[in-house]
């Protein structure tokens, strides 16, 4: 064996014969083995067989060499394939997205039908005179956007879509403002709501009413100020239970030091009747202390002009509602339904003989400031409480062959199956055609809460702070609505998607079309430090309506409008300008 290998291990035997090794392998070839299939016929072995060529010796570059076949010849020749770095994707985007909610508030797919022409509503807008831009503020709950459910019931015809709820959702309450997905989960406003509508007053004179309903929380009091920018008046609105509140109190504040003339709605009147069950005479002195509450705030935040902003009810100025059963009365509304039953009575002089320590005398039919015995009533007791009082009696209690001689007498016909209903579907079907619209609403507004042409010096001093003796300050004195262009803008209201927003403000002066390319000023702009100011362009210009919102040609000088398009550079208020 040792002669065979050398030292270093390598073989130097003799080398086996070529024969050998061959017979060898003719011998393996010439076995068969059970369990192999035939080849095909035709085919040998070293067809079969692939034989590598040798090893070649090229030089081949690391960058060059290819280990893996390339996506051209994977897919083909027809297939666009394309490599993308993590890198590429923008840091906005995420890398998991999460589920898109596509809506986040109430919209109407189409526009709602109306008891008015928005033509005529549009026409209205070009008389600044014949229209009022008001805020209904209050405390939590006490009926602000109720009332403003009572407005649109009047002006909208969606009745047939009420009817058709069903269970749990038919008797709840409109909520027609409250539009986001929170305010419907959460029962309260969070943000303002605006509504423009046509509304009647006692006398058949149309009026525009541009209304914003605004938050009662106390958490959303800047909703509550961004409001009062734009708006000639307040309507506070107060549950006559609860009385005044502590946002109440901050609200008429804040309205006093912005001199912004107020009214009162004592709402939720039904309650002294069937929650509180309060004989009338003693329901008078609650109404009375309400009232008087009131009255104290304003004179203790600004006493030199308590007087002239007194509220009472013999001035017109506060309004008796029950926003549930669909009615409301001021003393003059009140005092003309008399007029029209029993003929020629002086409504103003009536009216102001409904309040106060005034006592009726039936046997001589005078009026006198001492009462004839114990038991006499006092005016407003007498003409007012003592009849809604009985129509709740009747209406609640009386069986249908009772009640319907005591409706005829009041002139209310209803159904037969109108009899029939839930107590309280009657009530406020009885309510309804008693007292009738709003008409009373109307009138305390536009005896108490002046023009956007009244009201324009106001803002002038008040809001702004460039010179006063050029043709812009001119033309925003005046309301005018051929002056140059000025838009105040005090809040942004989100799309649908909240993807984009609308701005919400007040035209001062001029006319806002669409397509107007416009200066938009920020909170920072001053003339010294001319940074804050953008360039946009006019896309759309809306009459805002909270669930709809419709397009309009222009809008002029002392309305509220709502402009798409130039949000961009927009944080909080704005001035816009040509």
């Known amino acids: 064996m040792d002669d065979l290998y050398d030292e270093f291990g390598n073989f130097i035997g003799e080398e086996a014969e070529s024969e050998e090794g061959s017979q060898v392998g003719v011998e393996a070839e010439d076995y068969t083995y059970d369990d192999e299939p035939d080849e095909a016929p035709g085919v040998t072995g ?38 993308e770095e993590e890198d590429a994707q923008p840091l906005s985007q995420p890398i998991i ?8 508030n109430i919209e109407e797919a189409d526009l709602p039908p109306v008891f008015f022409d928005r033509e005529f509503m ?52 409109l909520r027609y403002t409250d539009v986001h997905i929170l305010e419907r989960e959460r029962g309260l406003s969070i943000k303002a709501a605006p509504m423009s509508l046509v509304l009647p007053s006692t006398k058949g004179k149309s009026h525009l009413v541009n209304l914003i309903d605004t938050p009662g929380h106390v958490n959303f009091v800047d909703e509550v100020a961004a409001s009062f920018r734009l708006v000639d008046g307040v309507c506070l609105v107060v549950d006559v239970v609860e009385g005044v509140q502590i946002n109440t109190e901050q609200i008429i504040k804040h309205a006093v030091l912005e001199d912004i ?24 002195f609650k109404l009375k202390h309400v009232v008087e509450e009131v009255n104290t705030i304003i004179t203790n935040t600004a006493p030199t002009k308590a007087a002239s902003k007194r509220i009472s009810p013999e001035k017109g100025n506060v309004l008796f509602a029950c926003t549930d059963m669909g009615w409301c009365f001021t003393l003059p509304s009140f005092a003309k339904m008399y007029t029209d039953t029993f003929g020629d009575i002086n409504v103003d002089e009536f009216a102001k003989r409904l309040w106060g320590d005034i006592y009726y005398n039936p046997k001589k039919r005078t009026f006198s400031r001492k009462p004839l015995d114990e038991r006499s009533a006092r005016s407003f007791v007498h003409f007012i409480l003592e009849p809604i009082y009985k129509i709740f009696t009747h209406s ?17 016909e209803l159904k037969p199956s109108q009899y029939k209903a839930d107590a309280k579907v009657l009530l406020k079907l009885v309510c309804e055609q008693f007292f009738g619209p ?20 106001r803002f002038l001093e008040r809001y702004y702070t460039g010179p006063v003796d050029t043709k812009v300050a001119a033309s925003m004195k ?47 702009y001053s003339l010294d430090d001319e940074e804050d100011m953008a360039m946009a362009n006019i896309l759309e210009v809306f009459i805002g309506e909270t669930r709809y919102n419709i397009p309009t040609d222009g809008v002029p000088a002392g309305n509220l409008v709502l402009l798409g398009g130039v949000d961009n550079s927009i944080v ?7």
């Open 261 to 284: 003339p107020l009214t009162l709605i004592i709402n939720k009147m039904d309650r002294l009747i069937l929650e509180l069950k309060l004989p009338p005479k003693d329901a008078y």
């Open 122 to 173: 549009t026409d209205l807008m070009n008389f600044p005179d014949q229209t009022r831009n008001v805020a209904l503020a209050g405390h939590l709950h006490h009926g602000k956007t109720a009332f403003m459910d009572m407005l649109v019931l009047e002006t909208h015809d969606i009745t047939d879509r009420l009817e058709r709820r069903v269970g749990k959702n038919r008797d709840e309450q």
């Open 478 to 524: 005046a309301c005018d609505q051929d002056g140059p262009l000025v838009v105040h803008i005090t809040k942004l209201f989100n799309t649908a998607d909240a993807k984009s927003f609308h701005s919400f403000g007040r035209v001062l002066s001029g006319t806002v079309r669409p397509g107007m390319q416009v200066r938009v000023l920020g909170e920072g």
């Open 396 to 412: 609640i209690s009386d069986s249908p062959e009772q009640l319907r001689p005591v409706l005829a007498s009041l002139g209310i």
């Open 97 to 104: 997205a999460p589920i898109e909610q596509k809506k986040f």
């Open 46 to 83: 070293q067809e079969l067989m692939e034989i590598d060529d040798g090893p070649s010796n090229a030089i081949i570059l690391h960058e060059d060499k290819q280990y893996y076949p390339t996506a051209e010849q994977v897919y083909g020749a027809d297939v666009e394939t394309r490599v």
């Open 438 to 457: 709003s008409t009373g609403f109307v009138d305390m507004i536009v005896k108490h809460i002046p023009s956007p042409i009244e009201t324009a010096e």
């Open 572 to 578: 909080k208020s704005a001035t816009i300008l040509p």
